[in-house]
């Protein structure tokens, strides 16, 4: 029998792949969604096969919800990419789904959030967004030592607080040192 009152869920996605446990796309256990389809073309994008948004395979919210519920040990949902943001009314949809299982979740932009702010057909999927990294990866700015980021451009984002203060509010993070190479590494394959 159909849960009701849950969100719909039924939405088609195109992703690149998954990673059902991730400690290092975010904090804690984590199930991490690759979408597939990205505009930024950011040089020095280590998933260039990403970029394609006639790649990847077609699936839905549904399927994605079932396998993050085979394992209660997860304690959130990464939204990575390819570009999350070009998918938004299905990662909204899973996102939503994320928050009803007590999941939090943990998303990847090329976008900066001002720009994810002001537009319509994205506020949606920001509004179920818990923490952001936004912007794109920029080869002069490479780090390695900033956990969650691949360049210093890059903001680790209280998404909730930022909306309510309608400006920034960055996002501390009890997080392990964790070193990247790429914003949006490719480990799905
Ligand atoms: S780094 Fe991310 S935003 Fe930039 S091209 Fe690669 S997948 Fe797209």
Not at 42 to 69: Q, S
Not at 130 to 153: A, C, Y
């Amino acid at each position: 029998m159909k849960t009701p009152n849950r969100a719909d869920t039924g939405a088609a996605l195109r992703l690149a792949g998954v990673i059902r446990e991730s400690m290092v796309d975010g904090p804690g256990l984590r199930f991490v969604v690759f979408a597939q389809g990205c505009p930024h073309a950011c040089p020095g994008c280590h998933n260039p096969e990403t970029h394609n948004f006639a790649g990847g395979y077609d699936t839905t919210v549904d399927n994605v919800l079932a396998a993050i519920d085979e394992n209660p040990l997860l304690c959130g949902v990464t939204l990575s990419g390819g570009e999350p943001f070009a998918q938004a009314g299905a990662f909204a949809q899973l996102a939503r789904a994320a928050h009803e299982r007590g999941l939090d979740v943990f998303c990847y932009s090329g976008y900066a959030f001002e720009t994810l702010r002001a537009g319509r057909d994205w506020l949606p999927l920001l509004r179920e967004v818990d923490t952001l990294v936004d912007g794109p990866f920029l080869l002069p700015e490479k780090t390695l030592t900033l956990p969650f980021r691949g360049s210093r451009n890059q903001r680790l984002i209280d998404v909730p607080a930022s909306l309510a203060a309608e400006q920034v509010v960055p996002r501390t993070l009890d997080a392990p040192n964790v070193a990247f190479d790429s914003p949006h590494r490719n480990r799905f394959s």
